[in-house]
């Protein structure tokens, strides 16, 4: 196995266990949107579904933003291949986002809630206890300082979050994982990428917050596990705090 995989794997079971994401016997729902972080995620579940001792299941839902230019028959595929459920939902979210039926709220800020709404009801329908999304540590600092700057709040993305007095709960195993990583991984395993079909890809206040941490991480290697460490050690509700490093109890062997 390439040391990508193993890098990939390893960082994917210390969230998945040390946050106690999944259990046995759950359903879990992945938001498959085609590009290499969920293409990702999803192989990553799968493969943590094959070593580890408990049985749980895994349902890949697909938006379609109404662009029209995703493969779903290449998702399809690689789902099949995991042993992974798959739907495709067609929406028209994407040309209603830049109309001007859209004119108080970013095109960004309207795709994302209608997605989100309607993952939240395809995994409630499935009955799915948990959403798995793609979001990696790169997302998660990304999200800090947008709401710093943007916001004045220091807050950002939880790798577990409890929605709707817990009837669904988000968990986002490749808090871990940086951009890179799930980059690299993608590439080596030749997963079916799907190309960006938003004419507002890299227009974002996002995209402008991404081109400053990509500066700061070339300029300081330390900068990326420094914030990891402010963010989990602040001891503030709306932050993450380290993953349990607890191993998992082994069987014990039967007495001859």
């Not at 990939?8 to 938001?31: F, N, T």
């Not at 970013?106 to 009801?121: I, T, V």
Request: charged content about 20%; proline content about 6%; aromatic content about 6%.
């Amino acid at each position: 196995m390439a040391f990508v995989e193993r890098q990939a794997i390893s960082l994917c079971g210390k969230a998945v266990h040390g946050w106690s994401m999944i259990h046995d016997g759950e359903r879990v729902a992945i938001g498959l949107s085609g590009g290499k972080d969920s293409l990702s995620l999803t192989w990553l579940l799968a493969e943590r579904r094959r070593r580890v001792p408990i049985d749980f299941s895994l349902t890949a839902f697909h938006i379609e933003m109404g662009y029209h230019t995703v493969d779903h028959q290449a998702l399809a595929r690689f789902c099949a291949e995991l042993g992974v459920e798959f739907q495709v939902l067609p929406t028209d979210f994407g040309p209603r986002a830049h109309s001007p039926e859209n004119r108080e709220n970013s095109p960004c800020f309207f795709c994302a809630l209608h997605r989100r709404q309607e993952l939240f009801k395809l995994a409630g329908a499935a009955g799915c206890a948990k959403l798995a999304l793609a979001h990696h540590q790169d997302d998660i600092f990304e999200t800090t300082l947008m709401n710093l700057f943007y916001s004045g709040s220091l807050s950002t993305m939880l790798p577990v979050q409890p929605l709707f007095k817990g009837a669904l709960t988000i968990i986002r195993p490749l808090s871990l994982m940086s951009a890179d990583l799930t980059r690299r991984l993608a590439q080596h395993k030749g997963l079916p990428v799907q190309p960006a079909c938003c004419p507002s890809a890299g227009q974002s206040r996002r995209g402008r917050v991404r081109g400053l941490l990509d500066d700061l991480l070339r300029e300081n290697r330390k900068v990326r596990a420094n914030l990891w460490h402010a963010l989990t050690h602040s001891g503030l509700a709306r932050l993450p705090t380290p993953p349990s490093t607890q191993r998992l109890a082994r069987p014990r062997r039967r007495a001859k």
